[in-house]
């Protein structure tokens, strides 16, 4: 079956600008993680939610950094007055549930660079 | 608080030598480990993973990893590597008590010469 898909595969943008980056997770997943990976390093957790909710955002650096999970399975990070150092591979990644045991299967990646 | 290490930032082997890509772990309860690889511009793929049981764990690709509980370690061996093994290979952690947030290491690159 069809695995993460996230859009867009690549984003420039200026700093100061806002951008959204779109995860469409495994279908029937209900866990959905978002996590930052910058040149050089391990991936870095920002946020999970199960289901609609945030359940943990402890991984977000700042007020700049927000993300929505509306109905369940689509989610989109957003970041505001995006700076340089927001450059990075965002990754998305779902799980069939809560299960810490359970397997998390990465999408592609967004390639953002800020200039 | 839990931290994944990976010592050795590249692993070189020749083709059909064993390979061993280290990891050891410092988290708080049971851990739950995880092996992933990363091709160049393409996310992290799920090699194997970890949880109880049998401490020699068989997963994708002929890979295999051993949790030693003692040594708090959890490398990754393959008894013949392939050329087309060279990638980014990533040890993962999770607590076993509470949270689903996995800890990575940095991240060690092999590369198997022919």
């Known amino acids: 079956g069809a695995g993460v898909s996230q859009t867009p595969s690549n984003k420039v943008t200026e700093k100061g600008k806002y951008v959204e980056l779109r995860c469409d997770p495994i279908s029937g997943h209900t866990a959905l993680y978002w996590y930052r990976q910058s040149l050089g390093q391990g991936p870095e957790f920002l946020i999970y939610?199960?289901?609609?909710?945030?359940?943990?955002d402890s991984g977000l650096p700042n007020d700049r950094f927000f993300a929505v999970r509306p109905e369940g399975s689509v989610s989109t990070l957003k970041i505001q007055r995006t700076e340089r150092g927001d450059s990075a591979v965002y990754l998305c990644?779902?799980?069939?549930?809560?299960?810490?045991?359970?397997?998390?299967?990465f999408g592609p990646g967004t390639r953002l660079t800020v200039l | 608080a839990q931290s994944v290490a990976q010592p050795e930032d590249q692993v070189n082997v020749a083709e059909g030598n064993p390979l061993t890509v280290k990891c050891t772990y410092s988290v708080s309860g049971n851990p739950y480990l995880f092996w992933y690889v990363q091709y160049p511009n393409r996310g992290l793929q799920f090699l194997l993973k970890y949880i109880t049981g049998d401490n020699l764990v068989k997963g994708s690709y002929g890979f295999e990893a051993e949790f030693n509980k003692s040594q708090t370690s959890f490398h990754l061996k393959k008894p013949s590597a392939l050329v087309s093994d060279s990638a980014l290979y990533f040890c993962?952690?999770?607590?076993?008590?509470?949270?689903?947030?996995?800890?990575f290491g940095g991240g060690t690159r092999l590369m198997v010469k022919p």
């Open positions: 993962a952690g999770a607590r076993g008590n509470a949270g689903n947030m996995l800890t």
């Open positions: 990644a779902s799980s069939r549930d809560r299960g810490n045991t359970d397997t998390q299967y």
């Open positions: 939610f199960q289901g609609t909710g945030a359940a943990d």
